[in-house]
């Protein structure tokens, strides 16, 4: 399967856009303002797309080499990160995430790349926390963060991590498919005017 996969020119380590990429890039394209960050970009096919479609400055962020190395052949500034840890305060207007959120049980975890893409954790939330930890410290004033949500994820334990880091959400874009449904958020600090 890996010898198919190359040959059609996949990226076996590397996300590729799926339904939860589609929702992301129309949300994002959609409300999208100033400097762009995609994290996790995987890819870099929601980054493309609003840096094409809104001709804005984007910068695609993952933990996986290989992920930054395919945004940055996407037109796409491709950077290597944890979460948001590299970035400055109120670098950017609009952060984007498509979070792994896939509950993985420890013992059938596997050490790869494409486990760093699926995997959420036992609870779905592993990557999620963190990032709305810290996503206000790094969203302008004015910004929004559009964040998707797996119903397998815990929707009402992600809307009190949201509402615990500060935010106010609303649906951007929603899609019911046969195992889970599909919800970006779009978030801004509640205390923004």
């Not at 990429?21 to 996790?40: C, D, I, P, Y």
């Not at 996407?74 to 670098?91: H, K, N, Q, T």
Request: hydrophobic share 40%; aromatic share 8%; net charge negative.
């Amino acid at each position: 399967m890996t010898g198919l996969a190359e040959r059609r020119g996949l990226d076996v380590d590397v996300y590729q856009p799926a339904e939860d990429s589609g929702l992301l890039a129309e949300a994002t394209v959609e409300g999208a303002h100033g400097r762009v960050l995609e994290v996790g970009t995987g890819s870099g096919w929601v980054a493309q797309r609003v840096r094409e479609e809104r001709g804005l400055r984007v910068v695609g962020s993952d933990l996986n080499p290989h992920a930054a190395k395919r945004a940055s052949e996407r037109g796409v500034e491709g950077v290597v990160a944890d979460l948001l840890s590299p970035f400055r305060a109120d670098a950017f207007d609009t952060i984007c995430f498509n979070p792994p959120y896939l509950p993985t049980d420890p013992d059938n975890e596997w050490d790869d790349w494409m486990e760093h893409a699926l995997s959420g954790g036992e609870s779905g939330r592993a990557l999620i926390e963190p990032f709305l930890a810290d996503v206000g410290r790094v969203l302008a004033p004015g910004g929004d963060c559009f964040l998707l949500v797996s119903s397998l994820t815990g929707y009402d334990e992600v809307i009190e991590l949201i509402e615990a880091a500060g935010f106010e959400h609303a649906v951007a874009v929603e899609e019911s498919f046969p195992f889970e449904t599909l919800t970006v958020l779009r978030l801004s600090r509640a205390d923004a005017e």
